[in-house]
């Protein structure tokens, strides 16, 4: 069943969602906004079905009978919400079902800027940046993706994708305004300021790179260019999710307009993050 959403506003959009008779929907702790009173909420550490891994997902009935079950569902809870922890995500979500008729809840991300409803039809799986998850159907899993290895050493750093799998409707929300793009209309590959990457679908191949060599004019664009040392690589055919807005750059703009700015003129390299 496709989840029934509206996402309404402007500058700081919100997604207001219609929920049939006993239909749940999911979103990350401190998302949810508000809710008709028939439509019941319950904070679990576990993600639909059982499983908020990057995996495979398996339902109750999967986890076997008796206390051995018991114990490997707990078990498997204990390592998925670790997980999200380790990546720095909410440790819980919170489930929302509505009874005794149709029900309505609102959700928001933390950010001002737009917000985007994913239709995933179990073919191909997307992947989004840390804290971009809002709220999706409860037949879509959400997992955490470390991407690494010889891609995150190559770039100097490593990163954190979330990942949605299954069938329905994920929402997804980032910063400032939303463009979308295929890397296979502008020759196969665009590279992309590392904070302005919202989402993508499974196929297009994300990686990091250094912002030229260490010769004079790669450490002109890293210490004045304002990007530091790495750009994202989003290659193949696919659709790509970018932002205009980064976080770095809001909180660099908060900081300068209560007098805390310290990176002057240069930023790239200077460019202060604490506050």
């Known amino acids: 069943m496709t989840l ?3 996402i309404v506003g402007n500058a700081m959009q919100m997604a207001v969602v219609s929920l049939s008779p006993g239909q749940t929907v999911y979103c990350e702790a401190g998302k949810f906004l508000f809710k008709t009173t028939n439509v019941t909420m319950e904070t679990r550490l ?3 079905s059982g499983g908020a891994g990057a995996g495979p997902q398996g339902g109750a009935g999967g986890a076997g009978g008796g206390m051995g079950g018991m114990l490997r569902q707990a078990m498997g809870t204990a390592m998925q919400a670790g997980q999200r922890a380790l990546a720095g995500e909410s440790l819980a979500f919170q489930y929302f079902t509505s009874t005794g008729g149709e029900g309505t ?3 928001a991300g933390v950010l001002p800027g737009e917000m985007r409803a994913l239709e995933l039809d179990g073919t191909r799986a ?4 840390k804290d971009a998850f809002v709220a999706a159907e409860s037949s879509v899993q959400f997992g955490i993706a470390f991407q690494g290895g010889k891609t ?3 770039g100097g750093e490593g990163f954190v994708l979330e990942k949605f799998t299954g069938q329905g409707t994920v929402i997804i929300a980032g910063a400032g305004n939303f463009i979308d793009l295929d890397p296979a209309e502008f020759g196969g590959r665009i590279e992309v300021d590392t904070g302005c990457v919202v989402a993508f679908e499974e196929g297009i191949r994300y990686g990091i790179q250094r912002v030229g060599g260490l010769n004079r004019q790669g450490l002109m664009n890293a210490v004045f260019g304002g990007e530091g040392l ?3 690589t989003l290659e193949g055919k696919g659709r790509v999710i970018l932002q205009s807005l980064t976080i770095e750059s809001l909180a660099n703009a908060l900081r300068k307009a209560q007098g805390g700015d310290k990176q002057g003129p240069t930023g790239g390299l200077f460019s202060t993050n604490a506050g």
């Open 152 to 154: 995150g050493r190559s």
């Open 46 to 48: 576990s993600g639909p």
């Open 126 to 129: 997307w992947f989004a940046e």
């Open 105 to 107: 809840v609102g959700f």
């Open 230 to 232: 790495s750009l994202a």
């Open 4 to 6: 029934q959403q509206e």
